[in-house]
């Protein structure tokens, strides 16, 4: 298949899929962190860890940063003169806009196999070419991914993509909100009990964070987990009563898209048959992009309570934003 092109193939339930391909235009490594990378003739990609002898190898789901050759063309052509590798990307790829691909896309190249877990990132500190052209392509257009399969790329070499599959296990993260927590005062519990509860449901929690109780922190891990890791679900524990620290309803109502209001209901709703302190409870669900935000309680046993409660009937939203279920109302058995 030649650079860039797309074919378009019929899935098992008849719908038009994308096939799209490209060729890898260099592979790029770094001895030390924070430094520019440098071309190297090939790349040995070991499995769960990057590229071999790359300084940002490690096991974490950031160990290959890609880069379309295009965007670095164009950026190129507005006076940047910038070398493969020079904004810290492991592989450039003529013909793939990666940005437009979704998290969970699968990258195949020789016997190498990726799979994409994150779009963009956070600029901490502005590079040389950000201070030379006023910005840097590689928050906005790059893209991460983890090490499948062993083996090793070669410029020139064809890579082709495949979209995710409708029926892969949802993802999740797991924010805790506790000032003593994030002191190492007290031992967060809390998150660990959702974590164990979204696993033996079938999800595969991608992040486990523990957070003060401070908004600004909140909002920027909603977004991230959202926006770049696209995760499908994030369950916030803590910082959802009356005290003058709690802000996690406020914090996630801020970077809402849209409401979703029935499952902190039910919560609720549910927990009142356990306690009538229930009605304290201050949390939120709501929806940014394509990702289910619900505030749980603090208390371990009640974060376990309410996951019960609504887990069963997640399933149905969380297809529905994903795009592998129809949204349509349930039939009585008189066929209304």
Request: charged content about 30%; hydrophobic content about 35%.
């Amino acid at each position: 298949m030649n650079a860039g092109n797309l074919e378009e193939k019929k899935s098992n339930a008849g719908e038009e899929k994308k096939e799209q391909s490209g060729v890898v235009k260099a592979v790029c490594v770094s001895d030390i962190r924070g430094i520019e990378k440098h071309s190297v003739p090939e790349g040995h990609f070991l499995v769960d860890f990057g590229i071999e002898g790359d300084a940002h190898a490690g096991h974490w789901h950031r160990q290959v940063s890609l880069l379309s050759y295009d965007k670095v063309k164009a950026f190129n052509e507005r006076g940047a003169n910038v070398e493969d590798g020079a904004f810290g990307e492991n592989l450039v790829v003529e013909g793939i806009d990666f940005r437009a691909l979704p998290v969970g896309t699968r990258l195949y190249c020789g016997d190498v196999e990726l799979e994409m877990t994150q779009i963009g990132k956070e600029c901490h500190s502005h590079c040389t070419i950000y201070k030379k052209m006023g910005e840097c392509i590689m928050p906005r257009e790059g893209v991460f991914a983890k090490v499948l399969k062993e083996g090793s790329i070669r410029p020139g070499d064809v890579m082709r993509i495949e979209e995710p599959a409708a029926d892969r296990p949802f993802t999740a993260a797991v924010i805790t909100l506790s000032d003593k927590g994030a002191r190492g005062e007290r031992v967060d519990e809390s998150g660990p009990a959702a974590k164990e509860l979204l696993e033996k449901a079938g999800y595969e929690v991608v992040e486990l964070l523990l957070l003060p109780d401070e908004p600004a922190p909140l909002k920027a891990q909603l977004i991230r987990l959202s926006d770049s890791r696209q995760v499908d679900l994030i369950v916030t524990s803590g910082g959802t009563g009356f005290s003058l620290r709690d802000q996690t309803p406020e914090a996630t109502m801020a970077v809402a898209d849209r409401n979703a209001p029935g499952i902190a209901e039910f919560i609720r709703y549910r927990s009142m048959q356990i306690t009538d302190r229930a009605m304290l409870s201050r949390g939120v669900s709501v929806i940014r992009k394509k990702t289910l935000i619900v505030n749980l309680p603090g208390s371990p046993k009640a974060v376990k309570e309410s996951l019960e409660f609504v887990l069963d009937a997640l399933d149905h939203g969380l297809r529905i934003l994903r795009g592998s279920a129809s949204e349509c109302a349930r039939k009585d058995e008189a066929g209304r």
